[in-house]
């Protein structure tokens, strides 16, 4: 079945940089778009990043620049280098996915209602960031 599991999130002080794994199993993450979200206490859970399977990207804008996915087939992982990071960057990190090329409905910002049960989810990583 399908599986994701995160890992890499941890404390980091400002300005410095972490990078997630998010580990598939049950199927071939290559086919598929894959997004980052985020989601801070008492806050929406949103949408960062989002690789599709011909290589795009796309990010909040909070985050371009800044974060870049990517993923390795050979080991069937999706990436999240995030540098720089920021106070308002903490939160519990998930990655997940629809099983479509596009990540059709993987949007860049607040989750759209009713989206999450389309979804396939990891069981998220926490990071934190100090000051």
């Known amino acids: 079945q399908v599986q994701l599991v995160e890992s890499g999130g941890g404390l980091v002080q400002a300005g410095g940089s972490l990078r997630l794994s998010c580990a598939a199993s049950?199927?071939?993450?290559?086919?598929?778009?894959i997004g980052w979200f985020r989601q801070a206490p008492g806050k929406e859970r949103e949408g960062v990043a989002l690789?599709?399977?011909?290589?795009?990207?796309q990010y909040e804008d909070s985050v371009q620049g800044r974060f870049a996915i990517s993923r390795d087939g050979a080991k069937n992982t999706i990436y999240l280098q995030m540098n720089n990071l920021k106070i308002e960057d903490a939160g519990v990190y998930y990655c997940?996915?629809?099983?479509?090329?596009?990540?059709?409905?993987?949007?860049?910002?607040?989750?759209?209602?009713?989206?999450?049960?389309?979804?396939?989810w990891g069981q998220g990583t926490q990071v934190t960031v100090a000051s």
């Open positions: 049950g199927f071939t993450a290559d086919w598929y778009g």
């Open positions: 690789i599709t399977t011909d290589g795009d990207t």
């Open positions: 997940a996915t629809d099983l479509s090329a596009n990540g059709m409905n993987i949007r860049m910002g607040p989750l759209s209602a009713g989206t999450s049960e389309l979804m396939y």
